[in-house]
């Protein structure tokens, strides 16, 4: 698989769906989801020019960034996956932004954690959308006493909030959600479109879409 040429179409498909939303291209932050890929993998992205990059476990992460950063020291590195207060301190040493602040305890630990290590990151809590209780996140009735605690309790810089839409339900109807959501609690940023929905993601708001076997080909 051509994963550069692969890039260049949703660098493309993501400026298209922009401008159809009125909307400039660039006010749509591209996350290469490269988890379970290896850094010789990773590198032909990085080399065609994309510096933001999703991964879900902490410890997966850990293997392999702090070397390819050496070579591309302004990647932005996103954890998009469920955190475990016992990986707290790696990870807020490790990313730039997690995605999946999702119950007290962990907002909690990521403070004393910024605080302890200062170092500011960018902060999304994960929304609940479907209400699935496999599911990690705030359930959507539930968010804004939760950003409010988050701001004034703990003093997080959260910028935004994030989804995962259950597989078998309209994403469209999910994405609308969340925008209401993140406008009730004043929040301009928003996580949520993957690899099969970024462009419907997009036509409501999306900021940060996170898209993985669309560039990296399909995971095994």
Request: glycine share 8%; proline share 5%.
């Amino acid at each position: 698989m051509d994963r550069t040429a692969a890039l260049t179409e949703v660098q493309s498909r993501i400026a298209t769906a922009a401008r159809e939303d009125d909307r400039c291209g660039a006010d749509v932050h591209l996350i290469a989801v490269s988890k379970t890929y290896d850094a010789d993998v990773i590198r032909p992205v990085l080399e065609a020019g994309q510096r933001r990059f999703g991964e879900n476990r902490v410890q997966e992460a850990a293997g392999k960034w702090p070397g390819l950063r050496e070579t591309f020291p302004d990647i932005e590195l996103h954890l998009i996956g469920p955190l475990q207060s016992n990986k707290t301190r790696q990870a807020v040493a490790l990313f730039d932004a997690v995605h999946t602040i999702d119950r007290p305890k962990i907002a909690r630990a990521i403070a004393e954690e910024m605080a302890a290590q200062q170092k500011q990151l960018q902060l999304f809590v994960q929304v609940n959308t479907g209400e699935e209780p496999q599911k990690a996140g705030i359930v959507p009735g539930q968010t804004r006493n939760f950003v409010d605690e988050c701001r004034n309790e703990l003093g997080l810089p959260i910028v935004g909030l994030m989804c995962i839409p259950p597989v078998d339900e309209e994403p469209a109807l999910h994405f609308a959600l969340l925008a209401k959501l993140a406008g009730e609690c004043g929040l301009s940023a928003l996580s949520m479109g993957m690899s099969g929905d970024y462009e419907t993601a997009i036509q409501f708001g999306a900021t940060h879409v996170r898209v993985g076997s669309a560039i990296f080909g399909a995971r095994t």
